[in-house]
């Protein structure tokens, strides 16, 4: 004859086997995949806007303007030979001196002449050596370069009075004056390509 269990004790094995099945011993749970997300949408760039090109406008540079007053010229009609100004020259210690007039090639007339004796010349009595002298012509025409030439009375020697050329034109040009001695000054102005050049002479002493 079979002995049958108390139903408590019955009880207890059924939950013990269940409990078995659903999780062994020892087994490791198998961990549920994240929910899968929707990629995030990222935002177009937005398009910039390309840069117009401006076509440089050209710049005009002006050409120079000539001077009023552009030099000496000569005059369109005459009635007769023209001939260069007489030229002075003078000195800080001395009063203006009236040149000789010798060659010259002015306004289509030409001249020669030899030098005039230094004797028969007014002189310019400087102070001392060195003087600064000054040549103008008295009637205010311009001369565009000159160039000079001391001839000593005693012995013809020559020295350098100077020379230059101008970028405008001058109404006056001042230089040195000689060392001690009596000389006679040779000056050429040059008046332009289109007028010409005339020589002057004077006498100048230093004591």
Request: aromatic share 8%; net charge negative.
């Amino acid at each position: 004859m079979k002995r049958s269990l108390p139903a408590w004790l019955v009880s207890l094995f059924a939950i013990a086997s269940i409990g078995g099945c659903a999780l062994a011993p020892g087994a490791t749970p198998t961990p549920s995949p994240p929910p899968a997300t929707s990629p995030t949408a990222q935002p177009s760039p937005t398009p910039r806007a390309s840069p117009t090109l401006v076509p440089a406008t050209p710049t005009t540079i002006p050409a120079p303007t000539a001077s009023p007053q552009a030099g000496a010229s000569c005059p369109p009609t005459s009635e007769g030979p023209l001939v260069p100004a007489t030229a002075s020259l003078q000195a800080p210690e001395a009063s203006a001196v009236a040149a000789v007039l010798g060659s010259y090639d002015y306004c289509e007339t030409s001249a020669d002449g030899l030098p005039p004796a230094a004797a028969s010349l007014n002189p310019l009595r400087l102070e001392s050596r060195m003087s600064e002298l000054t040549v103008y012509l008295p009637d205010g025409t311009p001369f565009v370069g000159w160039r000079g030439t001391y001839t000593a009375v005693a012995d013809g020697r020559e020295v350098p009075a100077g020379n230059a050329e101008f970028t405008a034109p001058a109404a006056s040009t001042t230089f040195r004056g000689p060392t001690m001695g009596e000389w006679l000054l040779s000056l050429t102005l040059d008046f332009g390509p289109d007028v010409g050049s005339a020589t002057y002479y004077w006498r100048v002493v230093v004591p």
